[in-house]
């Protein structure tokens, strides 16, 4: 059974300049113990996508579709039920998170603060014991939870980041490019980390990134967003090494990996930019920029369809024998 399942999920904002449908039918699912990343450039949609699970999005933002928690349908919470189920069934680590911490307050009054929000039954004693095997679950030594953010390393904050997130005992943790920030040794071994005690805890965990690799070395599935649409979703090392739609491949192609066969030359990077959302035009949003496009994708609205056994692509050529969707660009 899923943890989370979206279904049919729409975002627009309404702005002065007019509608922008920033998310247009997503549907997602994870179950407890499995880690879900979501890929796509910036503007894609990701985080429009994420903050609508938590009902975090700005007024401005009209939203249709079907979130389901653990089968509670989260637009249908009332407010109370909002705020209990935030930290406390799920989290989310936000996009520059690193940057938020209070630099006045050591790190262990932060991590105790939602443990003493959210559960008043809790004494100071006790958050304070929980801080401390927090702090050893996520590598730091507890007597590190008097520090102040500016006395730990980028590697370290952003493990006090794992910390305060999983503070709340939390089913589901959503984390939104959590370590972009960090060297990309530092970044693998958060990741890990994260990822690992996602595993052994049995929580669901949604990854938010713009690199496909980092996605591919750690997540069971990953769904690869385009303009507010899905245009692939499968396992994830299969479909960073063999994507099936031409996004994809071009996100797998776009980051080196030393050691990499593929980036032997250089990586081929990705012409372009995705679209405005509302200017996609008719026909495929990627069109534009693809190397392997027909007339036909002009004019057809490609859906997500299963393309082999547990993946499922939105392109028109997907699975067509012996054809490189990288093309020759
Ligand atoms: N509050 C808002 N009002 C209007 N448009 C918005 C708002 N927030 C996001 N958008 C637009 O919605 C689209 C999707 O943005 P979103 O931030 O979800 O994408 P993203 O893939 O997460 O990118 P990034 O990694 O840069 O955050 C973008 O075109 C963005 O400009």
Known sequence: MSLLKVTDLHVTYRTAEGEVPAVRGVDLSVAPGEVLGVAGESG???????????????RAARVDGEVLLDGEDVFGMSFGRLRAVRWAEASIVFQGALHSLNAVRSIGW?????????????????????????????????RRASA???????????????????ACRPRLIIADEPTTALDVMV??????????????LGLALVLISHDLSVLGSVCDRVAVMYAGRL????????????????????LAGAFPRIGDPRFRFA????????????????????????????????????????????????CLRAGEAGLDLRGDR
């Open 110 to 142: 932060q991590i105790a603060e939602p443990i003493l929000l959210h559960e008043p039954s809790v004494t100071r004693r006790e958050a304070d014991r929980r801080v401390g095997e927090l702090l050893e679950q996520v590598g730091l030594p507890a």
């Open 231 to 250: 245009a692939e979703t499968g396992p994830a090392r299969k479909v960073f090494d063999d994507a099936g739609h031409p996004y994809s491949a071009a």
């Open 187 to 200: 970044q693998a071994q958060v990741l890990q980390l994260l990822t690992g005690l996602v595993r052994d």
């Open 267 to 314: 990586p081929r990077g990705l012409p372009g930019d995705p679209p405005f959302p509302g200017e996609t035009g008719e026909g495929c949003a990627f069109r534009p920029r693809c190397a392997v496009a027909l007339p036909a994708c002009a004019t057809t609205d490609v859906r997500l369809a299963e393309t082999s056994q547990g993946r499922m692509s939105a």
């Open 148 to 166: 102040y953010p500016h006395q730990l390393s980028g590697g370290q904050r952003q493990r006090v980041m794992i910390a305060l997130a999983l």
């Open 44 to 58: 894609c949609g990701k985080s429009t996508l994420s903050h609508a699970v938590l009902r975090l999005l700005p």
